[in-house]
């Protein structure tokens, strides 16, 4: 490490207690207080006359103070009144303490920093920042920033340990002069002094557009640190060494000719890229991106034939039971009658169940292995594992997906996620996997229409479940969510049972909900595929992955409640067969305006990709990123959407740096993220 490496990486030197009120702000090494920056600024270079002082805006007036008090009508408050000559103002404090009373003496010359606006008294500013002056005394020469911070840590403190950093530190240039120049880039020194110690020419309103060239030199370099560590973990990743896995189409031609449909284009493109990848003596790491209904699951199917015609297992989960019991289910239909033998492992087997499939694995007798995380668990031990296939990817934490890569050889992995995935956010946090996108859905589909209904109508929504299962359909019903208790969720699931039950006499209502044993759910599920149950009432455990053609309406109750993503893989559950399909989106009157806004989403649109690029926008990146984003380094300054120029500027810039200057990317890498890029290699 060099010795400015050295210097950036120390610990501040404070006392413990303030460190540990810096590591809150994420400040764990001199260097960080110079990435520290202003959430805003304020203005005390000039002094406004009280009478011209305009009102709506912050500024800093002084004056004498003329009178004090505490009333207590209406409420307690302390009001401190000044006068400069020309004008009164006055001040107003709800929250004070006694003490203070006396830092407003009379006779005293305060200088405060506030809004001014018209009270029932004349002019007034509600808690000013004040002190007290002597006359004359000299205004600031620039803008004072405000730091973002915790408790007990004064912007003053603040702003003197960042001068200190900006001191010691050096804000040397890392990008070559010749590529930072061809970008248009403020030099990074000037960028960071501008920020923290802005010029006298800058307004505060110049400093607050994030166009202003010094933020923009920051966000690239954010973004650019980004891009280099994924792209270190995606070679890094390329220099591990897995099975060349080429199988011979054998069991692949005998599938085909077995299904009852033709692979799309997209499907088959999509396999091609697969194929590819398992040829390379390399892990994969695809994504397999494709809206509900698509199509994932016999493309996963044909993936892992290609492992075991060359003599690999493979390891197929699922997050939830019910999903991983379908796919078992699905493959075991398509893989038997070709002599492939399918395990089924879960958490939840009898302990003799569990030993045989964990036999049939270890044995290799077992060519295929379907179930939940139970298939990571260290008593898990494969003859040949060649692919891992993951479904719904999103939802396995980084955990999960790092025991599975300590699993001896690396085998290759194909990740499955109908989470749409806006351009943006593919390119930054996804950035380290290579993606395969089906972007079209199977033909013969009819469209699913919307509805959006209020409560008070639910009696209409009542008779049409009537009326569909009388032609001989089926009808999910979904119940609200309740994000807080598990306990309530479960109780509302049981009452929303109840109450359809009487509602829909002669029809058959089942329920299914994530406490039930997964034997019991499996069964209930059974019933609704073989058509035993008209309605199936369920929480939110059908969102993923359940496939039963005859059901062609969706009712979502509370559906205000819940995430865009999630509804819209929910209406997916329907419009898989022929039939035209319905899914009515139930909410609770009287709607807010953000809760509306997302509805119309959702009525609005039916391509899953449109749908998240929306609800990026309405809500920003966490939903998405899900388990991943604990171990990624998240952006601070950037802005996916409104930045979406710089990240690609930055995506760039990235490779060539790496190729041609590979000493200024570890320095930039090392100035941004130091010590935090092990994460990536989740
Ligand atoms: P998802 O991508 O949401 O996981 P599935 O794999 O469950 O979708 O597929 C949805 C339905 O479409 C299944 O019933 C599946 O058998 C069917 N399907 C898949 N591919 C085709 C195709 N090329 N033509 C017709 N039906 C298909
Ligand atoms: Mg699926």
């Not at 000559?85 to 009373?101: A, D, E, K, V, W």
Request: charged content about 25%; overall charge neutral; proline content about 7%.
């Amino acid at each position: 490490m060099s010795p400015r490496q050295d210097l950036a990486n120390q610990p501040p030197s404070v006392p413990p207690a303030l460190a540990k009120k810096l590591e809150k702000l994420g400040i764990r090494r001199r260097f960080d207080l110079v990435l520290h920056l202003p959430l805003r600024y304020e203005d005390e270079t000039h002094l406004f006359p009280i009478a011209d002082a305009p009102y709506g805006q912050p500024v800093l007036v002084e004056g004498t103070v003329v009178a004090h008090e505490v009333s207590y009508k209406p409420r307690k408050q302390l009001r401190v009144r000044i006068e400069d000559g020309g004008g009164t103002l006055l001040l107003r404090f709800i929250h004070f303490y006694p003490s203070q009373l006396q830092q407003y003496a009379e006779g005293r010359r305060i200088r405060a920093l506030g809004e001014i606006r018209r009270g029932f008294q004349g002019d007034e500013m509600v808690h000013p920042k004040t002190r007290e002056v002597k006359p004359g005394a000299p205004l600031a020469d620039s803008l004072t920033p405000v730091y973002p911070t915790v408790n007990g840590l004064t912007q003053p403190m603040l702003r003197k340990l960042v001068a200190t950093e900006l001191k010691a530190q050096s804000l040397d240039e890392i990008l070559p002069p010749e590529l930072a120049a061809g970008l248009g880039l403020t030099p990074f020194a000037d960028a960071i002094r501008q920020l923290h110690q802005p010029p006298p020419e800058l307004s505060a309103c110049q400093l607050a557009d994030p166009q202003l060239p010094a933020w923009q030199r920051l966000k690239f370099d954010e973004l650019l640190a980004q891009q280099l560590s994924m792209r270190l973990a995606y070679r890094a990743r390329r220099l591990g060494a897995a099975p060349r896995i080429v199988g011979d189409n054998r069991l692949a031609t005998a599938l085909s000719g077995q299904l009852p449909f033709q692979l799309t284009g997209a499907q088959r493109r999509v396999l091609e890229e697969i194929r590819a990848d398992l040829a390379q003596p390399h892990p994969m790491h695809r994504l397999l991106q494709g809206d509900v209904g698509s199509g994932k699951t016999i493309v996963a199917a044909f993936a892992a034939l290609a492992a075991i015609e060359a003599g690999y297992q493979v390891a197929l989960m699922a997050p939830t039971e019910i999903l991983a019991e379908q796919h078992y289910l699905k493959l075991s239909a398509w893989l038997q009658p070709l002599g492939v033998a399918v395990s089924w492992l879960t958490g939840s087997l009898k302990k003799k169940q569990k030993q045989m499939a964990l036999e049939e694995i270890a044995s290799g007798q077992a060519r295929l292995a379907v179930g939940t995380h139970a298939l990571f668990q260290d008593d898990v031990a494969f003859q040949r594992l060649g692919l891992a296939i993951v479904d719904e990817q999103h939802r396995f934490g980084v955990g999960q997906r790092l025991a599975l890569q300590h699993k001896g050889v690396e085998p290759h992995q194909l990740m499955m996620s109908a989470t749409p995935i806006p351009r943006t956010l593919a390119m930054s946090f996804y950035a380290d996997l290579d993606v395969s996108v089906i972007d079209e859905l199977p033909p013969g589909r009819t469209p699913i229409v919307t509805k959006l209904i209020g409560s008070p109508r639910r009696g209409e929504v009542i008779d049409f479940v009537s009326r569909t299962c009388a032609e001989g359909r089926q009808v999910y019903w979904v119940c609200p969510l309740i994000e807080e208790s598990e306990t309530l969720q479960l109780q509302t699931a049981v009452d929303c049972h109840a109450q359809l039950t009487l509602e829909l006499a002669r029809l058959r209502v089942g329920l299914v909900h994530g406490r039930m044993k997964p034997g019991e759910k499996a069964a209930v599920m059974a019933a609704f595929s073989a058509g035993e149950l008209d309605v199936l009432v369920a929480t939110t455990v059908i969102e993923v992955g359940v496939d039963v053609p005859n059901a062609c309406l969706m009712v979502i109750e509370h559906a205000e409640r819940m995430g865009l993503a999630q509804l819209h893989q929910l209406r997916g559950r329907v419009g898989r067969g022929s039939a035209r399909s319905v899914c009515v989106l139930l909410f609770e009157t009287p709607l807010s305006d953000l809760a509306k806004a997302r509805l119309k989403v959702i009525y609005e649109n039916v391509d899953g990709f449109e749908i998240a690029r929306q609800d990026l926008q309405i809500r920003g990146p966490g939903e998405f990123l899900g388990a991943r984003q604990s171990g990624l380094p998240m952006l601070r300054f950037a802005d996916l959407e409104q930045d979406a120029q710089l990240l690609e500027a930055a995506r760039d810039l990235a490779p060539r740096l790496l190729e041609r200057y590979p000493q200024a990317a570890e320095a930039h890498l090392e100035r941004w993220l130091a010590g935090r890029e092990h994460f990536l290699k989740a």
